[in-house]
């Protein structure tokens, strides 16, 4: 699969870092003083999300149809989109089998890696049926598609409904980040997809008390903190704001100034281009490894010129990918 210079430039610096970690004897920075940092590849760069809801005809309501098709991945790749992060498993009735559709995950699949885009399978695990999640995730681990594999796992830890005791509810999560961990090996990044630090810390300290940062940081490769600003108003409504202080936080939490980092802002159907400027700044002097908007359906194609600068100011020299002539109005449709 082809690799883009930023993502090529990480896992390069990534693997430096391991190797001087195991020569002096001691975790590289970065690994909450327990392993070496893994390379963060598929994390790197520009991402756009797709969920079931999205691509999977049996999500669709009555005369319903999908927005989004493996067809719509060149279009990605086109807009300047380096990751697909696609929701293949979900525990739901609607998806009896452990993948949400085979076929149609495959071929997103294989024509991402066609298209030079690596692709990141994520997973909402409800917590309350930790063998229903695992078979699940075991079931993303182990998937092919004519040869294809997906580059790395992601956690989407957001249920707090189904285990009101948080400290049960804090065990379970970390007992399937390990497991998460053991199916992949060492060598594939895990990533996790959380609940901005602000929100949990200071809109509503009662949303999910004591989340275990350290505990899962020995697995978790990639902290991916959903900066939704558009659910926020005052001086958390300036995405800046929200997703500076959320890594900030994070980053204190888990005891590492240098986590690896890929903040989702959003949402993205009421963000505007002075919300992107403003998102695209934290996402440059926080140092993050990669940026994405929630979700890739509703974002307009005249916001990813923008997006896929990364906060880099103009004057500085960067990649240009032309956006095709048949992306319309939004990038999704």
């Known amino acids: 699969m082809l690799r883009s210079p930023r993502r090529l430039l990480a896992g390069l610096v990534a693997s430096v870092l391991a190797v001087l970690a195991s020569a002096v004897g001691v975790a590289a920075p970065g690994s909450a003083g327990t392993t070496a940092r893994r390379d963060p590849g598929p994390f790197v760069g520009l991402g756009a999300w797709v969920d079931a809801f999205d691509y999977a005809p049996a999500?669709?309501?009555?005369?319903?149809?999908?927005?989004?098709?493996?067809?719509?991945?060149?279009?990605?790749?086109?807009?300047?989109?380096?990751?697909?992060?696609?929701?293949?498993a979900m525990n739901d009735a609607r998806s009896p089998e452990?993948?949400?559709?085979?076929?149609?995950?495959?071929?997103?699949?294989?024509?991402?890696?066609?298209?030079?885009?690596?692709?990141?399978?994520?997973?909402?695990?409800?917590?309350?049926?930790?063998?229903?999640?695992?078979a699940h995730l075991e079931a993303l681990a182990d998937f092919t598609y004519r040869g294809q594999r997906?580059?790395?796992?992601?956690?989407?830890?957001?249920?707090?409904?189904?285990?009101?005791?948080?400290?049960?509810?804090?065990?379970?999560?970390?007992?399937?980040?390990?497991?998460?961990r053991a199916m992949v090996g060492d060598e594939q990044p895990?990533?996790?997809?959380?609940?901005?630090?602000v929100q949990a810390?200071?809109?509503?300290?009662?949303?999910?008390?004591?989340?275990?940062?350290?505990?899962?940081?020995?697995?978790?490769?990639?902290?991916?903190?959903?900066?939704?600003?558009?659910?926020?108003?005052g001086q958390y409504r300036d995405p800046y704001a929200y997703t500076q202080e959320s890594?900030?936080?994070?980053r204190r939490n888990v005891d590492d100034r240098r986590a690896m980092v890929h903040p989702i802002g959003g949402l993205a159907a009421e963000s505007s281009p002075q919300d992107y400027d403003?998102?695209?700044?934290?996402?440059?002097?926080?140092?993050?490894?990669?940026?994405?908007?929630?979700?890739?359906?509703?974002?307009?194609?005249s916001a990813w010129p923008q997006l896929r600068t990364g906060g880099v100011p103009p004057t500085?020299?960067?990649?240009?990918?032309?956006?095709?002539?048949?992306?319309?109005?939004?990038a999704g449709g």
């Open 316 to 330: 500085t020299t960067t990649t240009t990918t032309t956006v095709r002539s048949t992306a319309t109005t939004r």
């Open 59 to 88: 999500f669709q309501g009555e005369g319903g149809t999908v927005s989004v098709t493996p067809d719509t991945v060149g279009d990605m790749a086109a807009l300047g989109v380096e990751t697909l992060y696609l929701q293949a």
């Open 190 to 197: 895990v990533g996790a997809a959380v609940y901005p630090a």
């Open 150 to 180: 997906f580059d790395a796992l992601a956690l989407d830890i957001e249920a707090i409904q189904t285990i009101k005791d948080v400290d049960e509810r804090n065990d379970v999560v970390v007992k399937l980040a390990k497991q998460t």
């Open 278 to 301: 403003a998102f695209l700044r934290s996402v440059r002097d926080s140092r993050a490894v990669g940026w994405s908007m929630y979700d890739y359906n509703t974002t307009f194609s």
């Open 98 to 134: 452990k993948i949400v559709d085979t076929r149609l995950v495959g071929e997103f699949l294989r024509r991402a890696h066609r298209e030079g885009m690596a692709v990141v399978a994520w997973y909402y695990p409800t917590l309350d049926d930790p063998a229903a999640d695992r």
């Open 247 to 250: 890594i900030d936080r994070l």
């Open 201 to 233: 810390e200071v809109v509503n300290p009662a949303l999910w008390p004591r989340f275990p940062y350290k505990r899962l940081a020995k697995d978790i490769d990639v902290w991916m903190p959903m900066a939704y600003w558009t659910f926020r108003d």
